[in-house]
């Protein structure tokens, strides 16, 4: 056997190894490349609502940070490339809008309308004592009323990354619905799952119910950063999100768990 000839064999193909695998602008910010089966070609629907002067930058070492610039070009010469080696992944932001068929209702909903409490044998639950004691739940969402009567007792500071304030000033029905199913204290109108739970609001769409997909990711590692463990998204999204895809996977590491509709999910996944 020639040994050098296959020590030489083997060489030659890790450095076409090596040279299939280089990173580039173009793989790391597929959405700026345009080609026929590339993976952003391949989300047509997630491209409408894309914000063309924002992007959002997944870094090698797994923070996330949102950046801005004149156009994608731009931004490939002037960002991309010379950060190319710590960049993991480049996508466009892009625009999140509350479902135009959601119900919006404030917390206090009609006696009557407890069938999912029902449904899920509520008061057994609450029977045993198990009331959700020491939970903390974030509600990335629209900006909940932290006035409400049955919720003012259960709310902690969040923060709104919408006026980056730490209350938003417009309260939206949608956030304060869910709130309410979540932790609407006992002697009102709606039976909360978990009335002795803490709720924490980190709103990052405003009272029209649209915000950023980087807000939305932003405000998950804000709510897992300030100790809640349990962080509610009732709203659909743009799909195939690398950035998503990493912030759900990394709070779920740190034993986070991040609730979010089913078929969202699977889209995203």
Known sequence: MDVKRLIGGVTLLLLLAACDNKKTSQTVFPGNNQKNGSTEVSCQQAKINNIPTRFIVT?????????????????????????????????????????????????????????GQRTIQLDAVHAQGVKGQGILVAIVDTPVD??????????????????NT??????H?????????????????????????????????????????????????????????????SWGGPLCSEAMRTSMKALSDKGVCSWWPQETMGSIF
């Open 59 to 115: 870094w090698e070492d797994g923070h996330i940070s949102v950046e801005k610039s004149e156009n994608s070009d731009l931004f490939v010469d002037h960002f991309v490339e010379p950060n190319l080696q710590a960049i993991h992944h480049v996508e466009y932001d892009r625009w999140i809008y509350l479902d135009d068929q959601t119900v919006q209702t404030s917390a206090t909903t009609t006696p009557d309308n407890d069938w």
């Open 146 to 163: 932290y006035t409400h009567p049955q919720l003012k007792n259960r709310m902690v500071p969040g923060w709104d990354f919408v006026t």
């Open 166 to 171: 730490a209350q938003a000033t417009a309260p």
């Open 173 to 233: 029905e949608h956030a304060t619905h869910i709130a309410g199913v979540i932790a609407a204290e006992e002697g009102g109108q709606v039976k909360g799952l978990a009335p002795q739970s803490q709720v924490m609001g980190v709103s990052f769409m405003d009272a029209s119910g649209s915000g950023a997909l980087s807000g939305a990711v932003l405000a998950m590692n804000y709510a897992a950063d300030h100790g809640a463990k349990v962080i509610n998204n």
